[in-house]
Every structure is written in C-alpha cells, then in structure tokens.
C-alpha cells in the first residue's frame, strides 16, 4: 500500500466523507422499482412499449457509462476490485444489449412485458450495481486512509518511548494515541471484508432482500466515521509530543 502523510489522510477521509452523500442518494431512484411496461394492457401498441422499454435501457446504459468513469478516475480502489467492478458493468451491459434485441423482436404486449420487467429485475443497476460501485470506491478510501494512520500512530509511538527514555511525562501523548489506536480498530473492524463481500452481490440477491445494501452503507460511514476520529486524536497526539520536545 502506498505511504503518503498524515495530511494526505486527512484530505483522504475529508473526500470520503463528502462523497458519502451523493453515493448513497444515487441509490434511492425510482427507476428500478417499476417495469417501463408496468402499465401497459393488450391494447396498447407494441411499438409504444417496445419505446419506453429501448428509453429504459438507454437510461441504464448511461448510468453503466457514469459508473465505469467512476471507476476508471479512482485513485483509491484496489487492482482486485477494480477488476471486479470491470466484470460487473460488462456483465450488465451485455444482459441489457441481448434484452434490447429480444425486445425489438417480441411482436405482442405478452412478450413484452417479462422482457421489459427483466430490464429492472435482472440487472438492478441503480438500486444494487451504482452502489456497489461507490460504496467500494468509499471502502478503499477509507482503508487506504486508515493504512496512513496506523503508519503515524506507530511514528507516534517511536516517539513516546524515545521521550519516555529520556524520563518525560508522556502520559498524555499516550492517552491521545491510544484513542487514536481505538478509532483506528473501529474503522478496520467496520469495513474488514466489506466491499468483497458487496461485490458479491447479485441482483437475484437484492430481489430477495431489498435491505441488502443498507448495512454496507453503514459500515461505510462507520470506517469514515472512526478515521476522522483518529485524525483529531492524531493531531492531539502531535501537540501532546511537541510540548515535550
């Protein structure tokens, strides 16, 4: 993992954390609720459902397009989950461009309607695919972040004992970088495995548990929660040592 400095991971956790907001509201549209053929009844024309149907998959494709340049401009997210991430949007573009065919080629409102409720159902890609995508992205800023901090909070612990040697009070320098170490195993127990396990999901999974994401969303904030924590002990940690130095 690449080491940086302690001012990296703050501007680290302080992205992380005013992405947060923006990735989870991207979750909550409508768009994957209802089939585009929900409404239609035997008299309505087929050309008129085939539309709304090519319009909602037009829509996804735009969607795997702003996903895919996510991905692409993360600096934080790692080879592995890049690379699944990749395999993800492909899948859901190819599932999409064979329903769009077999879409164009249904001639009856029958046909259609499974055809265009699998266009929601079967690739689920605003409502489990973009935060996949995001939640991951803010899971490898965070552990990134969290990997900088435990390199200070030993630096911070060389320090300590070299003044403790020396026979000064380092008792609160100790104090703070132990509440710095506590943040810091909050934030790794709460996103340990996390975004592997996300990256597992399938759309099957969200049809059968429409909560699935929330604890991800979660543990997400919880990891960016405690790494800032760690910060402000950090920063108490550094003032406590510099009084000693």
């Not at 689920?124 to 972040?145: C, E, G, K, M, N």
């Not at 901090?149 to 030993?154: S, T």
């Not at 999974?205 to 405690?226: L, S």
Request: hydrophobic share 45%; with cysteine.
């Amino acid at each position: 993992m690449k080491r940086t400095t302690l001012a990296a991971a703050l501007a680290g956790v302080t992205l992380a954390v005013g992405l947060a907001l923006p990735a989870t509201a991207a979750v909550a549209t409508p768009n994957d609720t209802t089939s585009p053929a929900a409404s239609a009844t035997k008299a309505t024309p087929v050309p008129a459902v085939q539309a709304r149907c090519r319009a909602a998959i037009t829509k996804r494709f735009g969607q795997l397009d702003v996903l895919a340049a996510r991905t692409a401009a993360s600096t934080s997210l790692s080879d592995t989950h890049r690379a699944s991430i990749t395999t993800i949007l492909t899948g859901t573009r190819t599932g999409l461009t064979e329903l769009q065919a077999q879409i164009a080629a249904a001639s009856t409102v029958d046909q259609l309607k499974p055809l265009c409720g699998a266009v929601v159902t079967d690739h689920r890609v605003y409502v489990l695919r973009t935060p996949q995508v995001d939640l991951t992205i803010r899971f490898d800023r965070a552990s990134a972040a969290t990997d900088l901090l435990e390199v200070q909070a030993a630096s911070f612990q060389q320090r300590i004992d070299t003044l403790k040697a020396q026979g000064k009070d380092t008792s609160k320098a100790e104090s703070a970088l132990a509440t710095m170490n506590a943040r810091l195993a909050t934030a790794d127990q709460a996103q340990a495995g996390r975004a592997d396990a996300l990256l597992l999901l399938t759309p099957a999974d969200y049809n059968a548990d429409t909560g699935i994401v929330g604890p991800f969303v979660t543990a997400a904030r919880q990891a960016e929660k405690a790494n800032g924590s760690a910060i402000y002990w950090a920063a108490r940690t550094e003032a406590a040592l510099r009084r000693l130095a």
